[in-house]
């Protein structure tokens, strides 16, 4: 860690003073980028790009390259999970991922084993390695894996979904059949993001994507218990060196207080709760990241600035925000709008910091 040129990320993440508020993106390469879909070609496809570290450290970086980002995140996907346990994961051209074997019943489930993050999804760990020494310390690389619950529900409906329909009535027909595979996913969560934390990962975020879709009560029992577990089976390291851990729930600004309690160092927010009331219900306990409405940025770049500026506010000063959208970057927004984006996080937030 002593190593980074700039370690804004790091310190905002354990709350520790920074001189302007550090800021990076969900899904800060993908499809609105022209250079991100000539490497797509390149490869073949979106997997091809995960699967060869190559590509995937080329792709990391081209967000780098245009913006003043305070961190690179690992382009990789949260369902190579399911794809290296045999659920055949595949992108139907212009859809999103499917899965050619979704879990229906007691004995898929039963069958299905940890992969082996040294074997089967060794890629991802070659891939961190490769963008570390790439970055040669200019910012943290940021690591992830989806929650247990969110990877459960592509296994069981097979792709995205609505309703979640097929995921939700396991849930009430079958709760121990869930929390098999809840148990089994939390496994698997832990030990790749323990490879990535090996192979480098300066920081590691939990992406629950839909966890927001449950009542209260099953979000507890299904979702958050598991990422608890997870966080619990971390390797997080100690003193300079401890990786920060980011926990997102997408609808989960009802229970930010059960989410800042499972040890996580930061909870991200989408783009629904005010920050700042955010921040006073648990800012004491966590710094927070997020969150600005991903659909601004298909607005002008001025128009990105004012509401950039809103943002900052809401939060006001002192330590402990990490500027981010409330999920990640639309495939129509402008390049030269995520521009106007960082360059007025650079701008306007000193003044938070003084
Ligand atoms: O080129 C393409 O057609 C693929 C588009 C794409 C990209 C760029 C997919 C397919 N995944 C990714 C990369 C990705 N996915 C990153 C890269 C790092 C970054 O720049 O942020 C990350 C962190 C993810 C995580 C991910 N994948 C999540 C959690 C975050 C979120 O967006 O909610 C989820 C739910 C997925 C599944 C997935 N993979 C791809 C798509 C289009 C989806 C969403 C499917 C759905 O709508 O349910």
């Not at 245009?66 to 659920?87: Q, Y």
């Not at 993001?193 to 939990?206: R, S």
């Not at 990786?243 to 996580?264: D, R």
Request: proline share 6%; aromatic share 8%; net charge neutral.
């Amino acid at each position: 860690m002593s190593t980074l040129q700039n370690d804004t990320l790091i310190r905002a993440l354990t709350r520790q003073p920074t001189p302007y508020t550090p800021v990076w993106l969900m899904r800060q390469a993908g499809r609105y980028l022209p250079e991100y879909n000539d490497a797509r070609r390149r490869a073949g496809s979106f997997l091809a790009l995960c699967k060869t570290p190559s590509l995937a450290t080329e792709v990391t970086l081209q967000p780098l390259e245009r913006f003043r980002l305070d961190a690179a995140i690992l382009f990789s996907d949260i369902l190579t999970i399911p794809d290296a346990m045999g659920l055949g994961l595949y992108f139907a051209d212009g859809e999103g991922p499917r899965l050619e074997r979704p879990l229906r019943d007691e004995a898929s489930i039963a069958r299905l084993a940890v992969p082996d993050p040294a074997e089967d999804l060794r890629y991802v760990g070659d891939a961190v390695a490769e963008i570390r020494r790439a970055l040669a310390g200019r910012v943290p690389l940021i690591g992830f894996a989806g929650s247990p619950y969110t990877l459960a529900c592509y296994m069981v409906e097979g792709g995205a979904s609505e309703d979640w329909r097929t995921v939700k009535a396991m849930l009430y027909k079958r709760p121990d059949l869930l929390h098999r595979l809840l148990e089994t996913n939390s496994r698997a969560v832990s030990a790749l993001l323990n490879a990535q934390i090996e192979a480098g990962a300066q920081v590691t975020m939990i992406f629950d994507t839909w966890g927001g879709s449950l009542p209260a009560a099953a979000y507890r029992e299904f979702s958050l218990a598991y990422m608890e577990k997870v966080l619990s089976r971390l390797k997080r390291g100690e003193g300079s060196a401890r990786v920060p851990v980011i926990v997102f729930t997408k609808g989960g600004a009802p229970w930010l207080e059960q989410i800042a309690a499972i040890g996580c160092d930061c909870v991200g927010l989408d783009w629904s709760p005010d920050l700042g009331e955010a921040r006073q219900r648990i800012g004491k306990r966590v710094a927070l990241q997020g969150n600005l409405d991903p659909m601004v940025l298909l607005a002008s770049p001025e128009e990105v600035r004012r509401e950039t500026e809103k943002v900052l506010e809401s939060y006001g000063s002192g330590a402990g925000h990490v500027f981010n959208l409330g999920h990640g970057v639309p495939q129509l927004a402008q390049p030269e709008n995520v521009e106007a984006l960082v360059a007025a996080v650079h701008e306007l937030s000193p003044k938070f910091h003084r």
